[in-house]
């Protein structure tokens, strides 16, 4: 199961039934789609409305929190909450990529936190799991999400944070190992594998992103999956079978989705 996906992104909507078709015939049964922003949350729904295969989420992305007006998560996110394909409410988080050059935007960062924190909320209020994104934020995600007690979901393309670990092992929250993890200079990535609990890993493409190292070079597609497996097991020295087995339960226990 493909657990972060953006398949209506230019490069895969215009060839969404072969993009589907590569999924299944790669054994990748089932993923979730989720939004950046209402127009993008609402063609995430109208995937899984047309495909079986697809699940969605909706939400602000961080980088998409413009303005100082905090968004309002009930009017949002209320009109996607009716709908049984809807799993979670992501993709948020904070994106503070901005510090690298230097620069502190302390409106944008409180914006974007702000955002952040009412959507976790809202999600937490009615039990709905969140999908976290993280860009050089990690320590601000953290003491927000310890405000909110009973916040729970998954840390997207997880980048290898000892305290996020620690943080998900303790609190209902998952990791998910994007196609980064493939790349030859992932090393501590992969070493990250080995002290993760088993129940806590799920995996993603974070298509049309993040194309898995063997397939570099092409636009990635959840049917590519496979290929980051394929490196979780060989990092994990266990078999392919018992590692997708594990990952599709945790997968179905993170976004409450039955089995059949
Ligand atoms: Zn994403």
Redesign the pocket.
């Known amino acids: 199961m493909d657990t972060?996906c953006?398949i209506y992104w230019e490069g895969l909507i215009e060839r969404i039934d072969e993009v589907v078709a590569h999924a299944r015939a790669a054994h990748v049964e089932r993923m979730v789609v989720?939004g950046?922003n209402a127009e993008t949350s609402r063609e995430a729904q109208k995937l899984a409305g047309r495909f079986n295969q697809v699940y969605f989420a909706a939400g602000l992305?961080p980088s998409e929190v413009k303005s100082r007006d905090p968004i309002d998560p009930e009017s949002f996110l209320t009109p996607f909450a009716g709908d049984p394909r809807f799993v979670a409410v992501g993709?948020i988080g904070l994106d503070f990529r901005h510090r690298r050059s230097g620069r502190i935007d302390s409106d944008l960062e409180t914006a974007q936190m702000e955002a952040f924190r009412l959507q976790v909320e809202w999600a937490a209020a009615y039990d709905i799991p969140v999908i976290i994104?993280n860009r050089d934020a990690g320590s601000e995600i953290l003491s927000i999400l310890q405000e909110i007690p009973h916040a729970r979901g998954v840390f997207?393309?997880f980048d290898g944070s000892k305290r996020t670990l620690r943080f998900a092992t303790e609190r209902d929250f998952f990791v998910s190992y994007a196609g980064n993890l493939t790349y030859p200079r992932a090393q501590n990535l992969r070493a990250t594998l080995r002290l993760a609990p088993m129940d806590k890993i799920v995996v993603e493409t974070?298509a049309p992103?993040l194309t898995p190292q063997p397939r570099r070079g092409s636009t990635n597609e959840p049917a590519y999956l496979v290929e980051t497996v394929a490196q979780m097991a060989l990092a994990l020295e266990k078999s392919p079978e018992i590692v997708r087995i594990k990952l599709l339960t945790n997968s179905l226990r993170l976004f409450g989705i039955d089995r059949s």
């Open positions: 972060h953006h989720p950046i992305h993709e994104h997207h393309c974070d992103w």
